[in-house]
Protein backbone atom coordinates (compact mmCIF):
# COMPACT_ATOMS: atom_id res chain seq x y z
CA UNK A 1 0.00 0.00 0.00
CA UNK A 2 1.47 3.16 -0.89
CA UNK A 3 1.82 6.15 1.56
CA UNK A 4 -1.26 8.77 0.05
CA UNK A 5 -3.26 5.62 0.36
CA UNK A 6 -2.09 4.83 4.16
CA UNK A 7 -2.85 8.55 4.79
CA UNK A 8 -6.33 8.21 3.16
CA UNK A 9 -7.28 5.47 4.63
CA UNK A 10 -6.33 7.16 8.23
CA UNK A 11 -8.67 10.05 7.48
CA UNK A 12 -11.33 7.61 6.28
CA UNK A 13 -11.06 6.46 9.52
CA UNK A 14 -10.75 9.39 11.62
CA UNK A 15 -13.30 10.66 9.77
CA UNK A 16 -15.81 7.78 10.65
CA UNK A 17 -15.09 7.66 13.92
CA UNK A 18 -15.83 11.58 14.76
CA UNK A 19 -19.46 10.49 12.48
CA UNK A 20 -19.67 7.69 15.86
CA UNK A 21 -18.92 10.12 18.46
CA UNK A 22 -21.11 13.07 17.04
CA UNK A 23 -24.08 10.53 17.61
CA UNK A 24 -22.99 10.04 20.84
CA UNK A 25 -23.09 14.05 21.45
CA UNK A 26 -19.49 14.08 22.44
CA UNK A 27 -17.13 17.15 21.60
CA UNK A 28 -14.68 14.62 20.68
CA UNK A 29 -15.75 14.38 17.29
CA UNK A 30 -14.66 17.97 16.21
CA UNK A 31 -10.71 16.72 16.72
CA UNK A 32 -11.84 13.66 15.30
CA UNK A 33 -13.20 15.75 11.67
CA UNK A 34 -10.61 17.78 11.67
CA UNK A 35 -7.36 14.82 11.85
CA UNK A 36 -9.73 13.37 9.22
CA UNK A 37 -9.75 16.38 7.72
CA UNK A 38 -6.09 17.14 7.43
CA UNK A 39 -4.98 13.82 6.36
CA UNK A 40 -8.10 13.95 2.77
CA UNK A 41 -6.39 17.67 2.80
CA UNK A 42 -2.80 15.88 2.27
CA UNK A 43 -3.81 13.10 0.40
CA UNK A 44 -5.73 14.95 -2.16
CA UNK A 45 -3.20 17.13 -2.57
CA UNK A 46 -0.68 14.16 -3.46
CA UNK A 47 -3.17 13.17 -6.08
CA UNK A 48 -4.10 16.05 -7.53
CA UNK A 49 -7.82 15.63 -6.49
CA UNK A 50 -8.25 19.52 -6.10
CA UNK A 51 -12.24 19.09 -5.99
CA UNK A 52 -12.06 16.46 -3.02
CA UNK A 53 -8.95 18.55 -1.22
CA UNK A 54 -11.17 21.92 -1.57
CA UNK A 55 -14.55 20.67 -0.28
CA UNK A 56 -11.79 19.52 2.69
CA UNK A 57 -10.69 23.03 2.78
CA UNK A 58 -14.23 24.15 3.29
CA UNK A 59 -15.15 21.84 5.85
CA UNK A 60 -12.64 22.07 8.38
CA UNK A 61 -13.27 26.15 9.08
CA UNK A 62 -17.08 24.51 9.50
CA UNK A 63 -14.94 21.78 11.83
CA UNK A 64 -13.54 24.57 14.37
CA UNK A 65 -16.44 27.11 14.52
CA UNK A 66 -19.21 23.80 15.42
CA UNK A 67 -15.94 23.03 18.12
CA UNK A 68 -16.43 26.41 19.33
CA UNK A 69 -20.24 27.05 19.03
CA UNK A 70 -20.48 23.31 21.21
CA UNK A 71 -17.75 24.46 23.73
CA UNK A 72 -19.70 28.14 24.13
CA UNK A 73 -22.81 26.27 24.38
CA UNK A 74 -21.52 24.08 27.20
CA UNK A 75 -20.03 26.98 28.84
CA UNK A 76 -23.30 28.62 28.72
CA UNK A 77 -25.56 25.93 30.50
CA UNK A 78 -23.47 25.46 33.38
CA UNK A 79 -23.84 28.94 34.17
Request: aromatic share 14%; hydrophobic share 50%; with cysteine.
Amino acid sequence: MLPVDIIGWFGTIFMFAGSIVNIKKHTGCWPLWILGGTGLIIQAAMLGTWNVMTLQLMYMPLNIWGWLQWRNDDEDSRT
